[in-house]
């Protein structure tokens, strides 16, 4: 990766994990979102995050990157300080992709100018290498058929796959993702995660928001159990969602894994 | 009607059968009526109207035939008038609109000032104010009419289109800033690329409606004092009003025109955004 930093020696760090967190501290007004987080994610791993709605977890999710920013504590993203206002955040971005819940395409863009216009921009690439790649990138999560389409004319799983070869096709080295099938028909669902799959398989680093625990257990190295702003648990999806050590995991996992379940909740 | 009806027995228990009629007739009779009355209004007035004075104040054949050489050149610079005041009322817009919106608070104050300020005062007091007080005031001489007109009426036009085009610019969704945001883009590069974009093409309808009143306030710029060669289709109307005969048919005429200009705006605006709506709708 680049150095987005010209000087300072202590802000990045190659040998750095992908990402570090430390003392991660948001909050919207008088409501803290996030009350201290520590989380680390390295290279080549596969990380969910798990939890409660309202629980923080896209919140965390955008702090890496920087679309919220921090109260406090501090993010290492690729070894880069992001947190420290001498980083060039934009730098550090482009080499980090982020695949949203809403897709969030250029509506006024065909398929193949999306995945083009950051690496024309950005990474400055010419045209015809920019197509490449895209085109690419397009066959990877089997859209290379639709280039000219424009997103209105997808459907939603679609979409999302354009948006993941939009993401990759910044050659990123840290993908980040928001609940990528929440806003999905669930027959759409299958086709996301496989790609998603595919990309795990081939050794992409991955922050991934989710309410698919039966991805998280397949796919996570690692799974981390969020509520009211904390990490609850974390440890090998086996672990986390096979066997919980905390009531609070126990009781979403119940909620999740069988939704007519009505038991009350103890102690509540 | 009475309980016999096949309703009755259908669907008793919820909508029984009374002596009222149901929504559905009464609407029906309403309508009924409201066409009769149109129809007898139309009827009325085309009776009572007396055609050939109608013909002799409004569309007298002779004084049309007399006044249409000189239409073509007015056209021609009312058009001329409307475009430059558009670029000039669409680039000051823009930079206001990007000022209202921007993180620096004086950016922000001066767009509000200027945005209510020529919102606030005629076009004319300003159209007057280019004429002789700012060539006095500032000592430059603005030589081109038109340029005198495109600054004119462009920066009442601005006021307008700098809050048409910020509503556009806060219409686009976040997510898409965040999207572009999240490649790497900067704050400048996303505007550029994804928002403005998308702003123009929200904004198209009510930017139409910009235009075409533009249009119509270029027959203010009589007021610069025009030669001849210079005249709007405005001033050629009122001239041939005091000197022909005909009453208002050149009043009638000139306003076919503006008519000629401003009907295929709207239709092609009705066009762009119905290929707008398909592209974008989801």
Request: net charge positive; glycine share 8%; hydrophobic share 45%.
């Amino acid at each position: 990766m680049t150095a987005p930093v010209t000087s300072s020696a202590p802000l990045t760090d190659a040998a750095a994990p992908a990402i570090r967190i430390e003392g991660l501290h948001k909050s919207f007004g008088p409501r803290e979102v996030l009350r201290g987080i520590d989380l680390e994610v390295h290279a080549g791993e596969v990380v969910c995050v798990v939890g409660p709605s309202g629980s923080g977890k896209s919140t965390l999710l955008r702090c890496v990157n920087l679309l919220e920013q921090p109260t406090a504590g501090t993010v290492r993203v690729l070894g880069t300080e992001v947190t420290h206002p001498d980083v060039d955040i934009d730098a550090v971005r482009a080499h980090v992709g982020m695949v949203f819940q809403s897709f969030n395409l250029f509506a006024h863009r065909s398929v193949l100018e999306n995945c083009t216009i950051a690496q024309r921009t950005v990474l400055r690439r010419p045209r015809a290498e920019a197509e490449r790649v895209a085109r690419e990138n397009l066959a990877r999560v089997g859209l290379a058929d639709r280039v000219d389409a424009l997103p209105a004319q997808l459907s939603g799983g679609q979409q999302q796959r354009v948006a993941i070869a939009r993401a990759l096709s910044m050659d990123p080295a840290l993908m980040l993702f928001d609940e990528p099938t929440s806003a999905l028909d669930p027959e759409l669902v299958g086709d996301v995660l496989g790609v998603m799959r595919d990309l795990a398989e081939g050794g992409m680093t991955m922050l991934v928001v989710t309410h698919e625990m039966a991805f998280a257990r397949e796919v996570a190295d690692r799974v981390v159990f969020m509520d009211d702003g904390l990490v609850v648990e974390q440890g090998p999806p086996e672990q986390v969602i096979g066997a919980p050590t905390h009531e609070r995991t126990r009781t979403f996992l119940r909620r999740v894994l069988d939704p007519t379940h009505q038991r009350p909740v103890a102690g509540r | 009607m009475t309980t016999q009806s096949p309703a009755a027995q259908g669907g008793a228990a919820l909508a029984p059968v009374t002596g009222r009629r149901s929504p559905r007739r009464r609407a029906q009779i309403s309508r009924g009526i409201q066409y009769t009355v149109l129809l007898a209004l139309v009827v009325v007035l085309a009776l009572a109207t007396d055609w050939a004075r109608v013909g002799t104040t409004f569309l007298d054949p002779a004084v049309a035939r007399d006044l249409v050489p000189t239409l073509g050149g007015a056209l021609v610079n009312t058009l001329r008038y409307t475009v430059a005041a558009f670029a000039v009322g669409l680039s000051l817009g823009t930079l206001l609109a990007l000022m209202k919106l921007s993180s620096v608070r004086p950016y922000r104050w001066i767009a509000t000032v200027y945005i209510e300020f020529f919102r606030g005062i005629p076009a004319l007091l300003v159209v007057v104010a280019f004429g002789y007080a700012v060539p006095v005031a500032l000592g430059v001489n603005i030589g081109s009419l038109t340029a005198k007109a495109a600054l004119a009426l462009g920066m009442v036009a601005a006021a307008y289109i700098a809050e048409t085009l910020r509503a556009g610019i806060e219409a686009v969704p976040r997510g898409q800033v965040e999207a572009a945001r999240s490649l790497g883009m900067s704050h400048t590069r996303t505007l550029v690329t994804v928002v403005i974009p998308q702003a123009f093409r929200i904004v198209l309808p009510p930017m139409t409606n910009e235009l075409i009143l533009l249009t119509k306030d270029t027959s203010l710029i009589y007021l610069l004092g025009l030669t001849p060669a210079q005249f709007d289709l405005t001033k050629v109307g009122r001239d041939a009003l005091s000197t022909a005969q005909g009453g208002l048919t050149a009043l009638f005429v000139v306003g076919a025109v503006y008519l000629i200009i401003t009907i295929p705006l709207g239709l092609l605006a009705r066009r762009l955004e119905g290929r707008t709506a398909r592209r974008t709708r989801s």
